[in-house]
């Protein structure tokens, strides 16, 4: 039997998390093919074999065969080619957004009517997709990012009007050790490229530059990384098990004419705030411009 039919459907709201319901969904007789097992696909993979896909039920199909058996290596999965499409009961897209016409049309051949395509590309729309797969009906787009891998992620799930129940539902299972699933409409979408697809770049540049002035300050790098990391996953996690706002939780550490407020004030300065939104219009406009708007 496809397991399909057995993964826990629940109706959508504007926001939601995962939850343990999704958790429990038996995965391990689910076949799965991912189709461009790359940075995106690849931690996809992690999470679906982490939410309880066999590694041999799991598929990649890259460019070549050999980087079809280097990637399932890598990833702890199995090779695969387009002949698996034939029985998986899921199809995962994670090319780039140019390759998506050469690559999605291939597929059609393949598909089961009844199998979930799951679409993780930027720069595309459910329109655009359903035309290529031949208005195949099962068809949910993704939008995560990196943090997935480690089970941190953020993902906005968009499923097409047409697709069923069981079809969502196979999705939320499928991500269900991903981090957080947000239900949001697709014209969302470029917002949330700036503010969590492409926004781990922006962590990152930030945690870099951190480390580096914490080393020229004196403290040797391997101690500043440490340090620096768990600084700042140490104040998101504050601010999620609080629920306060940040303002709150910075207003907190500033003492008048202390050391924190001199640093606040210097980041102010370098304009911060607008460096930041800067960031994050400039990508959700790419993003917008990617899919033609
Ligand atoms: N990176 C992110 O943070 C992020 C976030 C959200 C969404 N996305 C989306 O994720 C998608 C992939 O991005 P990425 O950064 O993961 O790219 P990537 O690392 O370059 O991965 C692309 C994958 O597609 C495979 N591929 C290329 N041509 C193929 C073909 N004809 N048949 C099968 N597989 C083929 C590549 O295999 P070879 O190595 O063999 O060429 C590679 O594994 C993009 O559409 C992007 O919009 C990415």
Known sequence: MSTHESTSTRESTSSQQTTPE???????????VVVGAGNMGGAFVTAALAAGIAPENLRIVNSSEESS?????DLDA??????????????VIGVKPYQLDAVVPSLREHLREDALVLCVAAGTTLAALGELLGGHRELVRAMPNTPMSVGEGVTQLMPSPEAGEASVGLARALL?????????PEDKGHALIGAAGSAPAFVFTMIDAMIDEAVRQGIPRPEATRIVLQTVKGSAVLLQETGEHPAVARSQVMSPGGTTAEGVAALERGGIRAALAGAMDAAASRSRTMSGE
């Open 22 to 32: 999704d958790a429990l969904a038996d995965l391990s007789s689910t076949t799965v």
């Open 69 to 73: 058996r280097r990637a399932a290596e």
């Open 78 to 91: 199995t090779p695969g080619t387009l002949a698996d499409v034939d029985d998986a009961d899921a199809v």
């Open 176 to 184: 269900s050790a991903s981090g957080l699933v947000v239900d949001l």
